[in-house]
């Protein structure tokens, strides 16, 4: 009944809740001056002239299914959640697109019903951001144009933020680069019914030209486009285009709500506010190449544009329920300085890692998720926040000595002031229950997090008291780190006794890592793959590690955690329904 | 003139204004140190106090001057300067920025020092005092390490003392806010008053009252919420430790960079305590009032603070030649001479006078006047 008024008012009383193209400017936006990007409900299109929004009017068209690139959601709310697709139709621009929004696969309960525009100035994307019933419930949504419907697409609500949430489970991924191997980590992700979301920690996709950063013993070839290094706006959306080609990760999108930030290869390796590594003066002017990648990957990423005029910004928070806030972190391009390759350097009190702003706010939410009774308070976010060193002494701010010998500037050891900011609020705050969140570094990694791992004092490397959160950092999908599983086992027996805090590393695999939240516990499961380079369907239960309400330090389980009971079904695989 | 600074000492002291009960005792403040109740406590015989024309338009006159409490001769030429400049000038209160008895604070509520250093130097001076803890006053040896938080505690309790020489030391708690002229529906000026020794000071206090998560986040958290619910229509922030300096202690966040390889606070460079300031006062705070480097600075507004104008006024009784006098860029600066600030506000400005005193004659100049728009656009209340 509620459903139904619901339904009717957003369908049909012209109000076109979410209604809303990918283009920011809403319907009467100059064709060149829109951004990629979303406006908030109830502000898209109205009063669109002519047809309802039921049957817009379709252009003529005889190509083939426009879905090329499947179907995809995101930045869920209790209440919103992103919907993505992307039209393909020679000749064709401004193209209407039909969203249904159903509580079941056959669509037999429509909850919402709305109109997107695929236009040339967003390359084709459509965003919709619909508002629907129900808060922790599982929708089934798909597209209609041209006369062809696509995949159906399945995605989930959050929990309303003061709701009282047994239990949560995320999947957490990063590092995928195609021409490196088969996006099989995907594909497990994808069949895991119980997921509330897919947390991308970025390098969703890579900069290099074809052959520059492959793996030469791939079992077949899986060549990327454009074949050269991506630098232009039409560069970047051509090769999201061709990494949304691939099955496999269009089935993760289709099955699961993603909730993504970039690291540095969206844009360029080792990328800072100001400039990358792999970015040279004859490549152009960095702010450029930065302005096309962040808005090919507003256009192509199911991802809710917080402040339209301040692309920019991704950093956002996600409540869930009394069980989690989620706060996702942007390392790279909002207020990093420039990497540096000393420990003196490391420790300038001048420099930052996430920027003044966006650190002032990281504060503010932890303040926030402690006032609102949230359980656990999850960073996500892209570098290592924890030492990785060759030796680790008692740190000493006033000599500028101590700590480790760093192995990664780029990482939050290179940014000693900005790790020992937000460590020293997470101490005078007592904050319990912070659990970090890493990808970038292509390996598996569990760890306590201390202000200062290598005093015996501040920190007891046997039971983790004096730990103040805990690390969990999830493998790569593809991208390689050491080149054998002996190598990484050597370097596992070295780098532990040197690294206090550390428990567990894996350098070798690839996969990926599940996130099982109870107000008893946060539990990361790591599942590894046996191979990339060929598409496989296997994958093992690799370690797990624990930490539990109030503790702040890490220890280990023996089982992963047993899977929801009663998650909702997938979305069937049926593929675009021809007329 | 002197009338209405009568009557306003009257209402301040009398019926006028009351004070956040913070508990005197070291960390109590931990907590939140209770409700701020800085409403305007409209004294008993105030109560129909119709304003006589509508809204006549407030002033107040203050002077700031820290680090004051040597007990020497520096001192007395600086309150006789002092004196001289209420007699021309007017004056309602007087702020006291830290470091209000040398070397190492007091030990007892009924310290001598509290006459040696505050009573008898300022003893022409019938203006009512508000302080603010500095280093050297929690600290248990000459070299001001601020390891004795405890210590600070008595002079809380000289603030509630019936013994005491005076009753123009106020400082009712170790961090504290206060309203002043309240005989409007919003108070025309509150301070705020920071105990930044136990975040900053060189050497750890090994009691754990005064630690960052018993004592600093939550003077922190109290402090904002404080600032952030004030109505008054000027509001200025005083603490010891700079958020910027020239002098030898230098800025927060890397204070004291010659001298920090003695210390063992690994906060000594203040990274938190600079956070701390921006967090509370940044662009809510019309000024940032602070000592502990020996000499006048007005500093140009810094990117992080907004609008909020800072100024060092810590040469009440001493000088200290600056480290690095460009190390941030400023209005005025002096390092040669003592020194105090002399303020009036009005409704929408700011006149400041920066007074120099001569260590050699005691001879008063003025080094620097200017009047500016009132830094941070008051806040209209929405409605509810």
């Known amino acids: ?579 | 003139m002197s009338l209405k600074r009568r009557d306003f000492i009257r209402n301040l002291l009398i019926g006028g204004a009351s004070v956040p009960v913070l508990s005197a005792c070291g960390g109590g403040g931990g907590g939140g140190g209770g409700d701020q109740a800085a409403t305007p406590g409209q004294g008993g015989q105030e109560t129909g106090n119709t304003p006589d024309t509508p809204e006549a338009p407030r002033t107040l006159r203050f002077i700031a001057v820290g680090d004051t409490g040597s007990g020497g001769q520096g001192q007395y030429q600086v309150a006789a300067a002092m004196e001289a400049v209420v007699a021309e000038r007017g004056c309602d209160l007087v702020l006291i920025t830290g470091d209000n008895i040398y070397e190492a604070g007091v030990t007892a509520v009924d310290d001598p020092q509290f006459l040696e250093k505050f009573e008898y130097p300022y003893q022409n001076l019938d203006l009512p005092f508000f302080l603010c803890l500095g280093n050297h006053d929690c600290a248990s040896t000459v070299f001001g390490g601020g390891s004795d938080n405890q210590r600070g505690d008595y002079q809380v309790m000289y603030h509630y003392s019936r013994d005491r020489y005076s009753n123009k030391w106020h400082m009712p708690a170790r961090f504290y806010s206060q309203a002043f002229d309240t005989s409007r529906d919003t108070p025309f000026l509150e301070l705020f008053v920071v105990d930044s020794n136990p975040l900053t000071s060189f050497y750890l206090d090994r009691d754990e009252n005064f630690n960052w998560a018993n004592y600093g986040y939550p003077q922190q958290t109290w402090m904002k919420r404080a600032v952030g619910k004030s109505q008054a229509h000027w509001k200025i922030a005083m603490t010891h430790v700079p958020y910027r300096s020239n002098g030898k202690h230098g800025n927060a966040g890397d204070l004291d960079a010659h001298l920090r390889w003695m210390f063992n606070n690994p906060d000594a460079d203040g990274l938190r305590y600079k956070a701390f300031l921006e967090e509370c006062f940044a662009d809510r705070a019309d000024l940032l009032l602070t000592g502990h480097d020996h000499s006048l600075q007005w500093l140009q507004p810094a990117q992080a603070m907004g609008r909020t104008e800072l100024m060092v006024s810590g040469a009440g009784a001493k000088t200290d030649d600056f480290k690095d006098a460009s190390r941030n860029p400023v209005r005025y600066q002096n390092d040669s001479e003592y020194g105090f600030v002399w303020v009036e506000l009005n409704e929408d400005s700011m006149t400041t006078v920066f007074y120099q005193v001569s260590p050699e004659d005691g001879s008063l100049r003025i080094g620097h006047q200017e009047t500016r728009a009132k830094p941070v656009t008051a806040r209209v209340l929405e409605p509810a």
């Open chain 1, 1 to 579: 009944m509620k459903r139904r008024e619901f339904l009717s008012r957003s369908a049909t009383t012209g109000l076109s809740l979410g209604v809303l193209s990918a283009c920011g400017g809403g319907g009467s936006s100059s064709p060149d001056g829109g951004k990629p990007g979303t406006d908030n409900p109830g502000t898209g299109n109205p009063g669109q002239p002519g047809p309802t929004p039921n049957t817009p009017e379709m252009p003529p068209y005889g190509g083939p299914d426009p879905f090329q690139h499947g179907v995809a959601s995101g930045d869920p709310l209790a209440n919103q959640v992103i919907l993505w697709t992307r039209l393909t139709a020679a000749g064709l621009d401004e193209i209407p697109v039909i969203v249904e929004v159903a509580r079941d696969a056959d669509f037999a309960t429509l909850v919402y019903q709305g109109v997107g525009y695929a236009r040339s100035q967003n390359d084709f994307t459509v965003k919709l951001d619909p508002l629907l019933p129900d808060p922790e419930t599982t929708y089934f949504y798909r597209f209609r144009s041209l006369g062809f419907t696509s995949p159906v697409g399945r995605t989930r609500t959050a929990p309303a933020p003061g709701a009282q949430v047994d239990h949560l489970r995320l999947a957490v991924v990063s590092c995928s680069n195609l021409p490196y191997g088969w996006f099989n980590a995907y594909a497990r992700v994808a069949r895991r019914a119980d997921l509330d979301a897919v947390l991308h920690l970025g390098d969703y996709i890579y900069e290099y030209a074809q052959g520059e950063y492959n793996d030469p013993d791939l079992a077949g070839p899986r060549p990327v486009d454009p074949p050269h290094e991506i630098i232009t706006l039409d560069d970047y959306r051509r090769r999201y285009a061709c990494y949304r080609r691939d099955p496999d990760l269009q089935e993760c999108h289709r099955q699961h709500p993603f909730i993504c930030v970039w690291d540095d290869h969206e844009i360029a390796n080792d990328a800072w506010m100001d400039g990358a590594e792999n970015h040279n003066e004859g490549e152009g002017d960095f702010a450029d190449r930065k302005r096309a990648a962040v808005r090919a990957y507003y256009e192509w990423m199911p991802i809710r544009m917080g402040f339209p005029d301040r692309d920019m910004r991704i950093y956002r928070r996600f409540d869930y329920g009394d069980l989690l806030t989620l706060v996702m972190l942007d390392t790279r391009l909002i207020g990093r300085d420039q990497q540096v390759d000393s420990p003196s350097e490391a420790r300038d009190r001048n420099r930052q890692l996430l920027g003044q702003d966006q650190r002032q706010w990281l504060f503010e939410q932890l303040e926030y998720s402690r006032g609102r009774g949230a359980r656990w308070h999850v960073i996500g976010q892209q570098v290592m926040l924890s030492p990785l060193t060759l030796g680790t002494l008692p740190d000493t701010p006033n000599w500028d000595l101590g700590g480790g010998a760093q192995l990664n500037y780029d990482q939050w050891d290179g940014y000693q002031t900005s790790r020992r900011a937000l460590l020293g609020r997470i101490e005078a705050m007592a904050l319990d229950n912070t659990v970090v969140l890493t990808g970038d570094i292509h390996s598996s990694w569990a760890m306590d997090v201390s202000a200062d791992p290598g005093n015996p004092l501040v920190y007891n490397r046997f039971t983790g008291q004096g730990s103040l959160a805990v690390e969990f950092v999830t493998p790569a999908v593809t991208s390689p780190a050491a080149p054998s599983k002996a190598l990484s086992d050597l370097a596992r027996a070295a780098l532990v006794p040197l690294n206090p805090h550390l428990k567990w590393v894996d350098l070798f695999h690839r996969g990926y890592l599940v996130l099982d939240l109870t107000a008893e516990h946060c539990k990361a499961d790591w599942f590894h793959l046996n191979t990339v380079s060929e598409p496989d369907d296997s994958e093992f239960f690799a370690r797990s590690y624990l930490t539990r309400d109030g503790q702040n330090h890490v220890e280990r389980a023996s089982q992963p955690s047993a899977p929801k009971t009663a998650a909702p079904p997938l979305a069937p695989a049926t593929q675009g329904i021809k007329p």
